[in-house]
């Protein structure tokens, strides 16, 4: 699997995993389940991103930066933790719950601009060759083979 294949199948798991949240929302029903839903989703949302530049998008700074991209990718990922931990802060659980779904919604359409654009370049812009190691390594990592470089420096 290349690595354009394999970010594409997990941002599909999250589009799932984030229309499965927005079903279950409107019955949540304290601010702190609300919030463990949120921190969930961050975590595993700071998780894919790591990855995602580790494996990726590094192979693409030179072309992300003179395109402008690179700037807008790092953003839009800090304005989506951004948006996750404003979720916590919420006072009420009506608005932490619209603060999540607003989140949800910011994620998803991060993900169709990167497949939309980033994936496409990478595809251009990496040998098939390599797309299909950076894949391998993308897949030993979620099958816990192997840790992503920030747990490792970590100690974990």
């Given at each position: 699997?290349?690595i354009?294949?394999?970010?594409?199948?997990?941002?599909?798991?999250?589009?799932?995993m984030?229309?499965?949240?927005?079903?279950?929302?409107?019955?949540?029903?304290?601010?702190?389940?609300?919030?463990?839903?949120?921190?969930?989703v961050?975590?595993?949302?700071v998780g894919?991103?790591?990855l995602?530049t580790?494996?990726?998008?590094?192979?693409?700074?030179?072309?992300?930066?003179?395109?402008?991209?690179?700037?807008?990718?790092h953003r839009e990922?800090h304005?989506?933790?951004?948006?996750?931990?404003?979720?916590?802060r919420?006072?009420?659980?009506?608005?932490?719950r619209?603060?999540?779904?607003?989140?949800?919604?910011a994620s998803?359409?991060?993900?169709?601009?990167?497949?939309?654009?980033v994936?496409?370049?990478?595809?251009?812009?990496?040998?098939?060759?390599d797309?299909?190691?950076?894949?391998?390594a993308?897949?030993?990592?979620?099958?816990?083979?192997?840790?992503?470089?920030?747990?490792?420096?970590?100690g974990?």
């Open positions: 699997m290349k354009t294949e394999a970010i594409a199948a997990e941002h599909a798991t999250f589009m799932s984030f229309h499965q949240i927005e079903l279950v929302l409107p019955g949540v029903k304290s601010q702190a389940e609300i919030n463990t839903i949120a921190a969930v961050a975590g595993l949302l894919h991103a790591q995602e580790d494996l990726a998008f590094v192979a693409l700074d030179h072309a992300l930066l003179q395109k402008g991209q690179l700037k807008t990718i990922h304005e989506m933790d951004e948006r996750l931990q404003q979720v916590q919420a006072a009420t659980c009506g608005q932490g619209r603060l999540l779904r607003a989140a949800l919604r998803a359409r991060h993900f169709r601009n990167e497949e939309r654009y994936l496409p370049m990478l595809e251009r812009a990496v040998k098939p060759e797309q299909a190691a950076m894949g391998k993308f897949t030993r990592i979620r099958g816990g083979k192997a840790k992503p470089r920030e747990e490792q420096e970590l974990g």
